[in-house]
C-alpha cells in the first residue's frame, strides 16, 4: 500500500523554530507538496520538493531526501497565526497525489 | 481567496433528501476535483475531471454523484446519503491532472455537511 505518516499534533512556542515532518511508502515518485490548512478554510499551498535539498521560502522551509521517503516543514519565528494543520502530499509515478492527515500545530504565547 | 468558490457552505440534509453541492474555479484550470475530509484522515480523493472528462473515481458509492459541465464547474450531487457521509468536501481545481509537469492543487473553502 501507499501511506503517508506525519504527526498528529505538535505544540510550539510563539518566536520558537518548529520541525514537522513527514515519510512516505509510495509507488514511484514526483514530488511532494506542503499545505497549511486553518481550522474551517481551505488548504493552501505552501511548497514543492522534487529533488534532493533544503527549499527556503521566507520564515518557511522543506527539506526532501528521496533516498529516506523523507521531507520536513520547517517553520521559524513562530507566530500565533502559524497555528493550523499542514499537510503532506506525495506525487506518486502515477501522477496520482497521497495525502497524509496533517499535523496539527498549536503556537502558545 | 484561492479563486475557487463552493456553495453551500453549510448543508445538513435529511439521510431521504437529494441535496447538490457546486464548485466554480476562475483560474482557467483544466482540472477538477472532488475530496471528502473527515476529522484526523486524509484527504479522501473522490472524483477527478480533465478537461471535462473524469479520469478518476476511486470507489466511490453511487450515491455520489458528480457533473462537470465545463472545465469552470463541477458539481457533487448527493442522494440517500448516510450519517458516516457527515465531513468536509473540498472542491480543487489545478491546471492539469494528468502525467507531466505536477501542478499545485488550489483548494475551495469546502462544504461542511451534516447528514442526520
New interface residues.
Given amino acids: 500500500g501507499q501511506n ?1 505518516d506525519q504527526p ?1 499534533e505538535m505544540t510550539a512556542t510563539e518566536g520558537a523554530i518548529v520541525q514537522i515532518n513527514c515519510t512516505y511508502q509510495t509507488s514511484g515518485f ?2 511532494l ?1 506542503w499545505y497549511q490548512q486553518h481550522a ?6 505552501l511548497s ?1 520538493n ?1 529533488l534532493d535539498g533544503l527549499e527556503e521560502k521566507g520564515r518557511f522551509s522543506s527539506f526532501l531526501s528521496r533516498s529516506k521517503g523523507y521531507s520536513y516543514l520547517l517553520l521559524k519565528e513562530l507566530q500565533m497565526k502559524d497555528s493550523a494543520s499542514y ?1 503532506c ?1 506525495v ?1 506518486n509515478s502515477n ?8 499535523t496539527k500545530l498549536i503556537i502558545k504565547p | 481567496e ?1 479563486g ?1 468558490t463552493q456553495t453551500p457552505r453549510h448543508l445538513v440534509m435529511g439521510m431521504t433528501n437529494k441535496k447538490s453541492l457546486k464548485c466554480e474555479q476562475h483560474l482557467g484550470h483544466n482540472a477538477m476535483y472532488w475530496y471528502k475530509q473527515s476529522a ?4 479522501e ?1 473522490m472524483f477527478v475531471y480533465n478537461f471535462k472528462e473524469q479520469t ?1 473515481n476511486n470507489s466511490v458509492p453511487s450515491r455520489f454523484s458528480p457533473e462537470c459541465p465545463n472545465s469552470s464547474h463541477l458539481f457533487l450531487h448527493l442522494h440517500t446519503l448516510q450519517p458516516e457521509d457527515s465531513a468536509l468536501y ?1 472542491c480543487a481545481s489545478s491546471q492539469d ?4 509537469p ?1 501542478y ?7 462544504t461542511r455537511l451534516t447528514v442526520t
Fill in positions: 503517508i498528529t514526483n514530488g507538496f474551517g478554510e481551505a488548504p493552501t499551498f514543492y522534487v499537510l502530499a506525487i501522477y496520482q497525489l497521497i495525502w497524509g492527515a496533517g | 484561492t475557487v484526523k484522515k486524509p484527504l480523493l478518476e473540498l491532472s494528468t502525467s507531466g505536477s499545485e492543487q488550489y483548494f475551495g473553502p469546502g
